[in-house]
């Protein structure tokens, strides 16, 4: 019961706030509202049995990539009138609505049977053996895939690198 | 109304496929490329979530006693997202500074030199 009533609270504040993003027009408020949708995000994850997931998501895209996005709207410093005029929002939002309306009944159908038998319940039958904590999760990295780990930070190497290159104009 | 509080596997896929929409949405309608990277993110997050999702309920039930971490594939592959989404983040902010600098707007309809 009580995954049920957190998991309609996570979802309508993630859907809530995600459509936030969508229809703000002003970006500084799109970037809080990504924020919060990220935080209910992580609350999901929880609910999933993903802990470890779950603080990289409030760590890493709460934390510091929507610092990145904040710091670079407040350092553009957009005018009001740069952000484009004001469209009719009632009309937005309603599509928006729509939009959700149709995919979730669409998905729910497409759903039906693909479950048909009994669900197995990985994060009950495996809660004793950490399902989803640091220990396990970090072996799945470190024992399973420990090459593409390795090519991820020779990626993110490459992005810094390459941001730095982008941004700077002349070097 | 059992379907409904009862959460399944189904729920979370759900709300996985909408908040994709709503990020498709949001790339598609709007014209402030700050929130078309916004909306990236949010499915890329989407994307997370199923992955998440059919890690908890996988479609095939493996046996029970194997070894843990390989029902833990999927908790690898949203971390490997999650990587790659802070780097995008970061080269696509570096490229909106740059388009930025050159054409003083982030309009995304007037980044159209390479147009015929």
Redesign the interface.
């Known amino acids: 019961m009580a995954e049920t009533i957190l998991f309609y609270l996570f979802a309508v504040g993630v859907l809530g706030a995600g459509a936030q993003v969508v229809l703000r027009r002003n970006p500084i408020h799109g970037a809080l509202a990504l924020v919060a949708s990220f935080f209910f995000l992580a609350g999901i994850y929880v609910l999933l049995s993903a802990h470890l997931i779950a603080i990289l998501q409030v760590m890493v895209y709460a934390g510091a990539v929507m610092v990145l996005f904040v710091f670079v709207i407040m350092l553009l410093n957009l005018k009001d009138e740069e952000l484009g005029q004001t469209r009719i929002t009632l009309w937005k939002g309603a599509g928006v609505l729509a939009i959700l309306g149709a995919v979730g009944v669409s998905a729910r159908a497409a759903l039906t049977t693909v479950y048909s038998g009994p669900v197995t319940d990985l994060a009950v039958r495996e809660a004793s053996r950490g399902f989803g904590g640091v220990k396990a999760v970090g072996r799945a990295l470190y024992l399973d895939s420990l090459l593409p780990f390795e090519v991820t930070s020779l990626l993110l190497l490459v992005a810094i690198v390459g941001a730095v290159v982008v941004a700077k104009g002349k070097i | 109304m059992d379907e409904l509080?009862?959460?399944?596997?189904?729920?979370?896929?759900?709300?996985a496929?909408?908040?994709?929409?709503?990020?498709a949405?949001?790339v598609v309608?709007?014209?402030?490329a700050?929130?078309v990277?916004?909306?990236i993110?949010?499915m890329l997050?989407a994307v997370?979530?199923t992955f998440?999702?059919f890690?908890?309920?996988?479609?095939a039930?493996?046996p029970?006693g194997g070894r843990?971490?390989?029902?833990?594939?999927g908790?690898?592959a949203?971390?490997?997202v999650?990587?790659?989404?802070?780097?995008?983040?970061?080269?696509g902010?570096?490229?909106?500074?740059?388009v930025?600098?050159s054409r003083v707007?982030?309009?995304v309809d007037e980044f159209d030199s390479l147009k015929l």
Do not use: K, T
């Open positions: 509080l009862h959460i399944g596997p189904q729920h979370y896929l759900i709300l496929a909408m908040l994709f929409a709503l990020g949405a949001g309608l709007r014209r402030n700050l929130i990277l916004m909306s993110e949010l997050n997370n979530l998440l999702a890690s908890r309920f996988p479609l039930p493996p029970p843990i971490e390989d029902l833990l594939h908790h690898a949203v971390f490997f999650i990587a790659v989404a802070a780097a995008e983040a970061a080269v902010l570096a490229i909106v500074i740059a930025f600098r707007s982030i309009n």
